[in-house]
């Protein structure tokens, strides 16, 4: 009789994506508590956390500063090696265009984002470089884990950006426009 279960495939130990989700988040709310725009990101390799980052791209001057880059980075200094493979990023927002290729070029085996990013995902919103089988042999992506939690907090974020700018204005000109960017996605990239 045949074995049923021998043609699923080989589940990667994820045991809680929540759990690491859940600490990306608290990176997030580091980004907002310097003024940025709160996406958070975790690296974990063989269940353990190994490294985190936070979008901090105006207080470092960085266009490449988001929290996927900065965690990647702190990673691959923690191991010496500029390859990540068998460890899995956890990111609050659907990374950009230029986050999805760095880390294809970490050769992470996982990326696990939270909340879609209509203006500027590239894991399936705009575009999915994860399914170009020419560019991507190693990554794969799931979207959509505690996707509530983080687009909630951006939305909190930037309702709360726009009730500033509203004081601001009201102040320096009633007829005023602070021009603050009410979109998540355009703000973020
Ligand atoms: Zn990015």
């Known amino acids: ?21 859940a600490l990306a988040l608290e990176q997030a709310r580091l ?18 956390v190994i490294a985190a980052g936070y979008n901090q791209p105006i207080g470092r001057h960085d266009p490449t500063a988001h929290a996927e880059v900065m965690a ?13 493979p068998g460890c899995e990023l956890y990111v609050t927002l659907e990374p950009c265009i230029m986050c999805s290729g760095a880390m294809m070029h970490a050769r992470l ?3 696990v984002y939270a909340a879609v990013d209509p203006k500027t995902g590239a894991a399936g919103s705009v575009l999915n470089l994860f399914e170009q089988e020419k560019l991507n042999h190693h990554t794969e992506v799931r979207g959509g884990v505690m996707a509530d939690e983080a687009s909630g907090l951006l939305k909190a974020f930037f309702a709360e950006r726009r009730a500033a700018a509203r004081k601001l204005s009201a102040e320096a000109a009633p007829e005023g426009d602070a021009g603050i960017a009410s979109n998540p996605a355009s703000a973020q990239a």
């Open 109 to 111: 085996a996982r990326v």
């Open 72 to 84: 990647l980075r702190a990673a691959a200094e923690k191991l010496g090696n500029y390859r990540l």
């Open 31 to 48: 980004a907002w508590a310097e003024g940025e725009v709160p996406v958070g990101a975790v690296v974990v390799k063989d269940g353990v």
């Open 1 to 21: 009789m045949p074995d049923s279960t021998a043609s699923l495939p080989e589940p990667l130990p994820q045991e809680s994506p929540e759990r690491y989700m």
